[in-house]
């Protein structure tokens, strides 16, 4: 298993470009997340989905859209980037029945926008 | 909404115990996890509670107090290899999980 993965690792932007952030995890998991961390400020969710076709917003999803059509894919769109969102960005999965809610986290994408 | 509060920063020499200590303020509380992050790399699941007590895995713990909505993970033996990050997290009714700002932990020779 490759786990959760995500492309690209690194990207640069100029301020109003979109891009697609790409994440896909290969465990047959209901449940994908995805955050950003900024330092001193953690992870920050900004979209979550319960499944193909379901998703919600979290605790940052201004200038971000999501779309779930499949149980493997969870991209990440930035609609005009903005160089408040250079950050590092993670996705995340997990079973929806996971008795401890673990999550398994792709090793992140480092966008900079300029 | 939920928010959590954990010290930014932790200090210790290498053989020592540290506990790093997390309160959380949300609704429809399902329980507690914690998280460690080196370097900027991708974050790893420790432990989670969701009733009151102390889970044990290793040199790592975890306590939980809901009546006082306080937890803590407990770090023993400490090594050169535990500096990292560490966040604890509640789930947002029971789906996203929300983080903590995180804490730094240094640990010296």
């Known amino acids: 298993n490759a786990g959760v993965t995500q492309t690209p690792k690194f990207q640069v932007l100029k301020t109003g470009q979109s891009m697609t952030l790409q994440c896909a995890q290969d465990?047959?998991?209901?449940?994908m997340s995805w955050y950003r961390q900024d330092p001193g400020m953690g992870l920050r969710l900004i979209h979550y989905?319960?499944?193909?076709?379901?998703?919600d917003q979290g605790e940052v999803p201004n200038g971000y859209n999501v779309s779930r059509s499949t149980t493997e894919d969870f991209p990440l769109r930035l609609l005009s980037a903005a160089p408040s969102q250079t950050s590092v960005y993670f996705c995340?999965?997990?079973?929806?029945?996971?008795?401890?809610?673990?999550?398994?986290f792709g090793p992140g994408t480092r966008l900079t926008v300029t | 909404g939920q928010s959590l509060e954990q010290p930014s920063e932790v200090t210790a020499v290498e053989g020592a115990i540290v506990q790093i200590n997390c309160t959380y303020q949300?609704?429809?509380?399902?329980?507690l996890s914690w998280y460690q992050q080196h370097d900027g790399g991708a974050p790893t699941f420790l432990s989670y509670?969701?009733?009151?007590g102390l889970e044990e895995t290793g040199r790592f713990s975890s306590f939980l107090s809901r009546s006082d909505s306080y937890g803590y993970l407990l770090l023993q033996e400490l090594q050169m290899k535990d500096s990292a990050s560490y966040f604890c997290?509640?789930?947002?009714?029971?789906?996203?999980?929300?983080f903590g700002k995180g804490t730094t932990l240094s640990v010296s020779s």
């Open positions: 995340a999965s997990r079973p929806l029945d996971s008795r401890a809610y673990e999550q398994y």
């Open positions: 949300t609704s429809g509380f399902y329980g």
């Open positions: 509670n969701a009733l009151d």
């Open positions: 997290a509640v789930n947002q009714a029971g789906t996203a999980l929300i």
């Open positions: 465990m047959n998991h209901e449940y």
């Open positions: 989905s319960v499944g193909a076709g379901i998703t």
